[in-house]
């Protein structure tokens, strides 16, 4: 009751006129209903909903059938040490190759380390390779759908090879098409027949596919390490000095054994394994 007295003295009082009045309680009264809980609520409803959606995750089938969609950063050279893509990533391509695996012993890896302390000594910075392996494909860009009987050519093809053993020991220099990469590498000097016969086959199974074979004349190697950009003419200074580093090792010249036991094929994230 004092509110009401209150309020209906304060309007006695100012009573400038009745259009002014009707505006004052007008306005009282779209106040009130901007705090009314009939309208208030719908709008924390409205809310919540548009809160709610747009945090929903991809459901696991989406992100497991491009597990190698990578967003725009990651496509920035400086995100992988300089590297640059050979081909442009496109949604559903995958990219893919064919390898015979290495598992480098400790004497190995202790002679690496050797071989890139001398080539920082020279001013050659190189990285070693994550994991090793002997190419018996370029890489290529396969379509999703295609990996299933993509792989399932290259089983029935490899069936019939045999295992087998490499080795080498002598190094060499390579840098890729686009001259963006350079590499030290280890070329092979046994097994240079039975390498060639994997290629035929995977070379049958790329041409199924329309799919770039393998280099006329390859040079088959292990790399060992890469560095960023053309550097062939810089390293071919050093490359007699890392030679020495081979010939001269402690137990006699080092030989790289490589047992020819599976084909692999890595296509995206995923590994297929060819047992010969």
Not at 1 to 27: C, D, F, G, K, R
Not at 84 to 107: D, I, Q
């Amino acid at each position: 009751m004092l509110t009401a007295y209150s309020s209906s003295s304060e309007e006695e009082s100012e009573a400038p006129s009745t259009t002014t009045q009707n505006s004052s309680v007008s306005s009282k009264c779209q106040e009130e209903d901007d705090h009314s809980p009939q309208r208030k609520k719908p709008k924390m409803k409205e809310q919540v909903v548009e809160t709610s959606v747009s945090r929903l995750p991809l459901p696991g089938c989406l992100l497991e059938m491009f597990p190698d969609e990578v967003n725009s950063q990651a496509e920035e050279s400086a995100l992988h040490g300089g590297r640059v893509r050979s081909f442009k990533h496109e949604r559903g391509n995958w990219a893919t190759y064919v390898y015979l695996p290495y598992h480098p012993e400790e004497e190995f890896r202790l002679l690496l380390e050797e071989m890139l302390s001398v080539a920082r000594a020279r001013g050659v910075v190189m990285t070693p390779q994550e994991e090793f392996h002997l190419s018996l494909s370029q890489t290529v860009a396969l379509r999703h759908h295609w990996i299933q009987p993509f792989t399932q050519s290259l089983r029935a093809g490899l069936v019939h090879c045999k295992r087998f053993l490499c080795s080498a020991g002598r190094l060499r220099i390579y840098c890729n098409a686009e001259g963006t990469r350079t590499f030290l590498g280890m070329e092979v000097s046994n097994g240079h027949a039975q390498l060639l016969d994997l290629v035929q086959v995977v070379d049958k199974t790329m041409a199924e596919f329309h799919l770039d074979p393998f280099y006329k004349d390859p040079s088959f190697h292990v790399s060992l390490a890469w560095c960023v950009g053309d550097l062939r003419e810089q390293m071919k200074e050093g490359i007699q000095e890392l030679q020495s580093l081979v010939d001269d090792h402690e137990e006699g010249p080092f030989q790289l054994m490589l047992d020819c036991v599976e084909v692999q094929c890595r296509t995206g994230n995923k590994t297929f394994r060819f047992p010969l």
